[in-house]
């Protein structure tokens, strides 16, 4: 009986097509977020690049990506989701095309700049959890941003089919058609998406919100937590292919398909990391996604040898940050206080995008070439995943399961 009418009002017509549609918006930015990433071997090749410089070229849309996080969360308050959406997806097209320019001129510096704005992709995510957070009652706010968190799957599209586009219909036609998907999904945003039914417009100055944020315990707490799992998701998600050509020798189409298996990993088990975090609570969850980690990054750090050791390594490796991604922001979901959703999801998500860009920069910069070789990058993974193992298990007490809502 207690149940029964939350349920009713929890379930407001048109819901799961505005998730639908957020999901959706988020592939197409994520797939444009990592195009350059994704073709880090073509600009190697063609522009000449040794690997730290191409380290920093993949890493810079996840630079600036992160940091407009904080400032998109607070403005998806104050316009709300599909107001958003649709710039941060329109913003999205200009960069695509000057990437295409660039690598068409061969000029590095045009894809570098590109690069920077192309960040403006990256900044989907802070639109979307408060956007489905809205929607939701807080006993499901795990489910719903862990489907919502699918959306990354993009960066699978994007490893996959970005190699193979590139030899098939060419590099300029291929960042062409990306464009185009971002058109054509900021239509379908503009004229289908609509708020949920209780939110309200937020006019409190950015500046303020952003302190007020900061201020927040939890929001330190879970930044640390997410640069450290969706910080592990980027950095190897933009990195893998320059990893499996230098330590296994894959081409780019072979290193594009195993990339896009790792992402597809994470994206599947995001979900269920929210969903078991609404059942069990999001610590237990976080917990044991820090363990695989740390056990997984010393694995891979030994070079197992042969596809199959070698792939299912990876795919472990995904399943266990995307299980802790969706557990993290599941926390955010109970803990973040309402009004205050997009400020400080937006400082958590910048938080795990900042922890994706600096990996890939001291990949490039500890590579050993004599043994083929990234041991101190993915000795520095593990001694991270292990300090924010005994971060959670020690400093993150608190009721274990969402309490906000009676279920029959």
């Keep these: 009986m207690a149940g029964t009418e939350p349920q009713t009002m929890s379930a407001p017509a048109g819901r799961t097509l505005n998730l639908v549609l957020a999901t959706c918006a988020s592939v197409v930015c994520f797939w ?16 000449h690049l040794n690997p730290a410089t191409t380290g920093v070229l993949v890493a810079m849309p996840v630079f600036v990506g992160s940091l407009g996080r904080i400032v998109v969360g607070t403005l998806t308050d104050r316009y709300g989701g599909r107001a958003m959406f649709t710039f941060v997806l329109l913003a999205t097209i200009l960069p695509i095309l000057l990437v295409a320019l660039g690598g068409t001129l061969s000029s590095f510096a045009v894809v570098l700049g590109a690069g920077l704005l192309l960040g403006v992709a990256g900044t989907v995510f802070a639109v979307g959890i408060p956007f489905v957070s809205g929607w939701y009652e807080p006993s499901r706010r795990g489910f719903a941003t862990g489907i919502f968190g699918a959306g990354m799957g993009g960066t699978a599209l994007a490893a996959f089919l970005n190699p193979r586009l ?17 058109a054509i999904m900021a239509a379908l945003v503009w004229f289908l998406m609509k708020e949920s039914p209780g939110w309200t417009r ?35 998600a933009t990195y893998l292919p320059t990893y499996l050509r230098d330590v296994y020798s894959f081409d780019p189409a072979g290193a594009g398909a195993r990339t896009a298996g790792f992402a597809l990993a994470a994206v599947l088990a995001r979900p269920v990391g929210g969903v078991l975090a609404d059942k069990l609570g999001p610590r237990p969850v976080v917990i044991v996604s820090l363990a695989a980690v740390a056990v997984l990054a010393w694995v891979v750090n030994l ?23 969706g557990g993290v922001f599941a926390w955010v979901g ?23 860009y600096f990996p890939p920069l001291v990949m490039g910069a500890t590579y050993d070439a004599a043994t083929r ?14 300090v924010a193992l005994g971060f959670t298990a020690v400093a993150l007490r608190g009721p274990a399961k969402t309490v906000h809502v009676v279920k029959a």
């Design 32 to 47: 444009a977020w990592n195009s350059v990433a994704t073709l880090g071997a073509f600009y190697t090749q063609n522009l």
């Design 166 to 182: 590139v030899a098939g219909i060419g590099y300029f036609p291929t960042h062409l058609l990306i464009a185009g998907l971002l």
């Design 373 to 386: 070789s990234y041991s101190i990058g993915l000795l520095l993974l593990v001694a991270t995943a292990l």
């Design 202 to 236: 937020n006019n409190t100055p950015v500046i303020p919100k952003l302190m007020d944020a900061a201020k927040t315990p939890v929001t330190w707490k879970m930044c640390f937590l997410y640069a450290v799992v969706f910080g592990g998701f980027v950095s190897f």
């Design 334 to 356: 109970v803990l973040a206080p309402p009004g205050k959703v997009g400020s400080i999801s937006g400082v958590v998500s910048a938080a795990g995008g900042l922890g994706g």
């Design 303 to 325: 070079q197992p040898d042969g596809e199959v050791p070698a792939g299912l390594t990876f795919v472990a490796m995904a399943a266990a940050l995307g299980l802790g991604t």
